[in-house]
């Protein structure tokens, strides 16, 4: 079994930036591609950005290209996601994910799952 458990959400101003963390534990880090996910209330879970196991490959929402970043640090088996320039609708639960998904953007893909951590951005 992997835990994961994300960090660094919170509330942020429109436009503002804000670095979620997610620290593994419990298996291998690098031996499983990550994901970031988000749901917002009402709404299905989305798929936000993934990388490579090595780090050397990165993989992101269309709609987010450009603001968000993902990486990793697989000596602190912890992966980053960087969000900039923040919208209201920004706002939602992130997860993280672990596995060695087909695809990296569908869910059912990852094995392991953190709690989430709350992002809200105020307008």
């Known amino acids: 079994q992997m835990q994961l458990v994300e960090s660094g959400g919170g509330l942020v101003q429109a436009g503002g930036s804000v670095r979620l963390s997610c620290a593994a534990s419990?298996?291998?880090?690098?031996?499983?591609?990550m994901g970031w996910f988000r749901q917002a209330p009402g709404k299905e879970r989305e798929f936000v950005a993934a990388?490579?196991?090595?780090?050397?490959?990165?993989y992101y929402a269309d709609s987010l290209k450009g603001r968000f970043t993902i990486s990793r640090d697989n000596a602190k088996n912890t992966v980053y996601l960087q969000m900039n320039s923040l919208k209201p609708e920004d706002s939602a639960v992130y997860y993280c994910?672990?596995?060695?998904?087909?695809?990296?953007?569908?869910?059912?893909?990852?094995?392991?799952w953190g709690q989430g951590t709350q992002v809200t951005v105020s307008s």
């Open positions: 994910a672990a596995g060695q998904p087909i695809s990296w953007s569908e869910s059912t893909g990852y094995d392991f």
């Open positions: 419990g298996r291998t880090f690098s031996n499983y591609d």
């Open positions: 990388i490579s196991f090595s780090g050397s490959t990165t």
